[in-house]
């Protein structure tokens, strides 16, 4: 069976997959091709469910992104009789996804440009975020900051700012 939506997907008939089996390999960006055939091939009796995200190429020139599971399928005496799959177009999550990478990095970029210490911290005095001011004020690195209760950075200062930092918080 191949469901209708494979032709709004992938762009071509159901008919050419009936046709042709393994057709639709032959839609996977070359980039993506080898993952998602070593993906497959641990499809089997110890493991009976994968799953991959790999892009297509439609024949009119468009990409698209999709998720795909593929299963084992057993008999009743419990012996692989095949393998059945459910591909799902996940292309417009994908390019949210992309947009707000992008989006991140951008902030990141003019977080750390700004000449200003800035920092954000919890309720427990932990420090979330750090700006690369901080850090080169304290001598370390952001991943060095990031996570850990800001008296293990300013070990001197940080009890007599707690109460206002919770203030703020």
């Known amino acids: 069976y191949v469901s209708p939506a494979y032709e709004r997907v992938w762009g071509r008939s159901a008919e050419s997959l009936y046709s042709r089996p393994k057709a639709w ?9 080898e ?58 999550r994908k390019q949210v996804e992309t947009a707000l990478e992008r989006q991140q990095a951008e902030l990141r970029a003019l977080f750390d440009l700004l000449p200003v210490m800035i920092w ?17 004020a304290a001598g370390l690195t952001v991943e060095e900051i990031e996570g850990r209760p800001s008296v293990e950075i300013y070990p001197k200062d940080a009890a007599k700012y707690h109460a206002d930092d919770l203030e703020v918080i």
């Open 25 to 33: 390999v032959e839609a996977i960006l070359p980039a993506d091709r």
């Open 35 to 92: 993952r998602v055939y070593a993906t497959f091939e641990t499809l089997s009796r110890d493991r009976p469910e994968v799953s991959v995200e790999y892009r297509i190429a439609r024949p009119d020139g468009t990409v698209r992104w999709i998720h795909d599971r593929g299963f084992t399928v057993r008999d009743a005496a419990g012996d692989v009789v095949g393998h059945t799959g459910v591909a799902t177009d996940v292309t417009e």
């Open 120 to 136: 954000f911290k919890d309720t427990e005095n932990r420090i979330r975020r750090v700006n690369k001011a901080v850090a080169d």
